[in-house]
């Protein structure tokens, strides 16, 4: 083999080696995020990373309700963060954020990162997500932070089906229904005395060892206990 094809075969092999390093190393960043889709929006700003950004609405487009934000937030700075607030760009929506504390401001510490969307995890919640966003466009969200400033993303809006199910909005709570509202007709203690009656002085139910009144019954304890 001549000098000049061994040298080209070197060439190739270490481009074939490098390709598959640098697919292994996505593959590790995206396990370590959110698992979701490795292709979803990044950006850098200052010791700000912001990764795998998504807007996700109701799974069904008559359906009203919340829509949230979700992603994970770097920082790689030496000094704690505080995300202050999200904004749609161009649109007029307003962004309830809530730290997996459930009270509180939302920090991000040094050297750490904070995750958006999910249980347990922080949230960041459109009340009315349907009046501002369309399933299938990229919307502009700008993330303001505390010493960094404005970080600003385009975030892929998403239904909640499917890979982001999980990540999804909780659904509208639903009416009650009229079984539940309407008052109860079993129960109602019998007059004593009466013919065909089934309750009983609450007296006489004490004297047998049975519960009197406004104690729980056998079968609420069970219920109870369930």
Same mark, same amino acid.
């Given at each position: 083999?001549?000098?000049?094809?061994?040298?080209?075969?070197?060439?190739?092999?270490?481009?074939?080696?490098?390709?598959?390093?640098?697919?292994?190393?996505?593959?590790?960043?995206?396990?370590?995020?959110?698992?979701?889709?490795?292709?979803?929006?990044?950006?850098?700003?200052?010791?700000?990373?912001?990764?795998?950004?998504?807007?996700?609405?109701?799974?069904?487009?008559?359906?009203?309700?919340?829509?949230?934000?979700?992603?994970?937030?770097?920082?790689?700075?030496?000094?704690?963060?505080?995300?202050?607030?999200?904004?749609?760009?161009?649109?007029?929506?307003?962004?309830?954020? %809530?730290? !997996?504390?459930?009270? $509180?401001?939302? =920090? @991000? &510490? #040094?050297?750490?990162?904070?995750?958006?969307? /999910?249980?347990?995890?922080?949230?960041?919640?459109?009340?009315?997500?349907?009046?501002?966003?369309?399933?299938?466009?990229?919307?502009?969200?700008?993330?303001?932070?505390?010493? %960094?400033? !404005?970080?600003?993303? $385009?975030?892929? =809006? @998403? &239904? #909640?089906?499917?890979?982001?199910?999980?990540? /999804?909005?909780?659904?509208?709570?639903?009416?009650?229904?009229?079984?539940?509202?309407?008052?109860?007709?079993?129960?109602?203690?019998?007059?004593?005395?009466?013919?065909?009656? %089934?309750? !009983?002085?609450?007296?006489?139910?004490?004297?047998?060892?049975?519960?009197?009144?406004?104690?729980?019954?056998?079968?609420?304890?069970?219920?109870?206990?369930?």
């Amino acid at each position: 083999m001549s000098s000049s094809l061994r040298r080209g075969t070197l060439a190739a092999s270490a481009l074939v080696l490098s390709i598959a390093s640098l697919s292994a190393c996505a593959a590790g960043n995206s396990a370590q995020t959110l698992e979701v889709k490795p292709d979803n929006a990044a950006t850098s700003v200052g010791d700000i990373k912001l990764q795998n950004m998504n807007v996700i609405t109701q799974p069904d487009l008559d359906a009203k309700g919340p829509a949230v934000i979700t992603g994970k937030l770097f920082n790689n700075g030496r000094k704690d963060q505080t995300l202050r607030a999200i904004s749609l760009v161009g649109k007029n929506a307003t962004v309830k954020i %809530t730290p !997996a504390s459930g009270s $509180g401001q939302l =920090v @991000v &510490p #040094a050297g750490g990162s904070v995750v958006l969307g /999910g249980k347990g995890n922080a949230s960041a919640v459109l009340p009315n997500g349907r009046e501002a966003l369309k399933d299938g466009e990229q919307q502009k969200l700008s993330f303001d932070f505390s010493d %960094t400033g !404005a970080v600003n993303i $385009g975030a892929f =809006v @998403v &239904p #909640a089906k499917s890979f982001f199910k999980e990540w /999804g909005p909780e659904a509208p709570s639903s009416a009650p229904s009229q079984s539940a509202s309407a008052p109860a007709q079993a129960g109602k203690p019998g007059k004593p005395g009466a013919e065909g009656s %089934t309750g !009983a002085p609450g007296g006489q139910q004490s004297a047998e060892g049975k519960p009197g009144a406004g104690e729980p019954s056998q079968g609420g304890q069970q219920h109870a206990g369930h």
